[in-house]
C-alpha cells in the first residue's frame, strides 16, 4: 500500500467552503479520488481552520521588524528568522485547541466563536 492510499484511508479533507473550492474541477477531482469530505462544515470558518492563525501570527512577526526585502531569498531568511521554536509552539497549541473549538462552534450552531 502506498503511503497516499494510506493516508487517504486515514484522513478527512476540510473544506473551508472558498470559492477556488467549491468549482466543479475540484468537486469532480475529489469524487475520483474517492476522497473523504467533512460535510457538515461550517463555510469560511476561521475557528476550524488553524493555518489561518498561523498566517496571522508570520505576519504579525515579519511586521514587527520590517526590513526592505529585495528578493527572494530574504524573503525566505525572513521568514525562517521569524518561525523559530517558539513558533512551533504556537502552532502545536492551535492544534490542541481544535477539540474545544470544534465543541464552541457546535454550542454556536456553527457560528463563529470567540476564537
Not at 477539540?99 to 462552534?105: G, Y
Request: hydrophobic share 40%.
Amino acid at each position: 500500500m502506498t503511503t497516499y492510499k494510506y493516508l487517504k484511508s486515514i484522513y478527512w479533507f476540510q473544506d473551508d467552503n472558498a470559492p477556488v473550492h467549491t468549482a466543479e474541477d475540484v468537486k469532480k477531482w475529489i469524487l475520483m479520488n474517492k476522497i473523504k469530505v467533512l460535510s457538515v462544515w461550517p463555510s469560511q470558518s476561521p475557528d476550524l481552520n488553524p493555518i489561518e492563525h498561523l498566517w496571522l501570527e508570520l505576519e504579525r512577526r515579519i511586521r514587527s521588524k520590517p526590513q526592505a526585502i529585495t528578493n527572494l531569498g530574504r524573503i525566505r531568511d525572513n521568514i525562517t528568522r521569524r518561525m523559530g521554536q517558539d513558533f512551533t509552539k504556537s502552532s502545536n497549541a492551535l492544534i490542541e485547541s481544535m477539540p474545544w473549538r470544534i465543541e464552541a462552534v457546535i454550542a454556536n450552531n456553527r457560528w463563529p466563536t470567540k476564537f
